[in-house]
T-cell receptor, first 116, second 115 residues
Framework: GDSVTQMEGPVTLSEEAFLTINCTYTATGYPSLFWYVQYPGEGLQLLLKATKADDKGSNKGFEATYRKETTSFHLEKGSVQVSDSAVYFC???????????????FGKGTKLSVKP | NAGVTQTPKFRVLKTGQSMTLLCAQDMNHEYMYWYRQDPGMGLRLIHYSVGEGTTAKGEVPDGYNVSRLKKQNFLLGLESAAPSQTSVYFCASCFLAGGPSGELFFGEGSRLTVL
């Protein structure tokens, strides 16, 4: 079945450091890919998404490119801030809606801590 | 904007007790979901609903029941709570699932502890 694998954390960085969180997926067909972020004490919220190969999603300085050849959707940010401290989830939505009904398949999450 | 609201936010139960978590959304969304979040496990789907009066099982449905009597509400019930159900529960909704880029909107979570 469909699955998402993301790098295990926690990841600790200094402010202004470069961030990469790796995400790879297994899916039939051409899924849509998402990054969700969960700030402390809150629910998840969509950070960015890409719906087809070579699409680049971007938001709040974060970027991720849908790479079909490597089945990857790595999250990057050039200069992290303390306010970026959160848990980041990679997710996919398959295109077989008959069974999944649009359900998202989540990775296990990567906790990021940014120190001043 | 309220969005997705979950009640209660926190609850402590004893083994064998029952309780209901309520999820309410004011965005007129058709699809609603209940997930549980456990350390190192990510989010796992418990049950979902594709419209008023319909429910379906997700990945980990055992020990839970759900009802969707009104479009805006999705209830998650535990008939006889077990310590393995200690978790953080998230409700989510989306307008239509039949599209590749549909965004899920999440509530803030309900932390349940079963002693």
């Amino acid at each position: 079945g469909d699955s998402v694998t993301q790098m295990e954390g926690p990841v600790t960085l200094s402010e202004e450091a470069f961030l990469t969180i790796n995400c790879t997926y297994t899916a039939t067909g051409y899924p849509s890919l998402f990054w969700y972020v969960q700030y402390p004490g809150e629910g998840l919220q969509l950070l960015l998404k890409a719906t087809k190969a070579d699409d680049k999603g971007s938001n709040k300085g974060f970027e991720a490119t849908y790479r079909k050849e490597t089945t990857s959707f790595h999250l990057e940010k050039g200069s992290v801030q303390v306010s970026d401290s959160a848990v980041y989830f990679c997710a996919l939505k398959g295109r077989n809606y008959g069974g999944s009904q649009g359900n998202l398949i989540f990775g296990k999450g990567t906790k990021l801590s940014v120190k001043p | 904007n309220a969005g997705v609201t979950q009640t209660p936010k926190f609850r402590v139960l004893k083994t064998g007790q029952s309780m209901t978590l309520l999820c309410a959304q004011d965005m007129n969304h058709e699809y609603m979901y209940w997930y549980r979040q456990d350390p190192g496990m990510g989010l796992r789907l418990i049950h979902y609903s594709v419209g008023e009066g319909t429910t379906a099982k997700g990945e980990v449905p055992d020990g839970y029941n759900v009802s969707r009597l009104k479009k805006q509400n999705f209830l998650l019930g535990l008939e006889s709570a077990a310590p393995s159900q200690t978790s953080v529960y998230f409700c989510a909704s989306c307008f239509l699932a039949g599209g590749p880029s549909g965004e899920l909107f999440f509530g803030e979570g309900s932390r349940l502890t079963v002693l």
